[in-house]
């Protein structure tokens, strides 16, 4: 298990369910390293900002990361964390490697819209 402030999904259900229950989710998919840390520690901070998104963490070396791994929009990722961004239970935005906050908020707006103080 992941050492984050985030909820971990641990198996293929656990993900599938998070997938339909929220309208917007986020998945980080990693490890304990330097590239996948900061990126954690930005989603812990987006959370209060982004109350309507959902955001994971997974274990990238658990079986159930295969449903992370084996995207097609993730076959040519060569770094971690893989975080994959789902509407409706469809994968709306992936980026891989480590990312700033910058980064990360930018996908989000567009994706799920502005965060709730900017309206």
């Known amino acids: 298990m992941l050492l984050t402030k985030l909820l971990h999904l641990e198996t293929n259900e656990e993900t599938e369910n998070s997938l339909k229950e929220n309208e917007n989710a986020v998945i980080c998919c990693g490890r304990m390293g330097p590239m996948c840390i900061p990126v954690y520690q930005i989603l ?22 295969w449903a992370i791994r084996d995207l097609p929009v993730c076959a040519t990722f060569m770094g971690l964390p893989f ?14 490697s480590i990312q700033n906050k910058k ?16 309206r």
Not at 50 to 57: K, L, Q
Not at 83 to 96: E, F, S
Not at 103 to 118: G, M, P, R, Y
């Open 44 to 65: 812990e901070t987006l959370e209060s900002d982004y109350s309507h998104v959902a955001f994971f963490d997974m274990d990238f070396d658990i079986e159930a990361a």
């Open 83 to 96: 975080t994959v961004n789902y509407k409706h239970g469809k994968v709306v935005a992936a980026i891989t």
């Open 103 to 118: 980064q990360i908020t930018e996908i989000l707006a567009n994706k799920f819209s502005q965060k709730e103080s900017n």
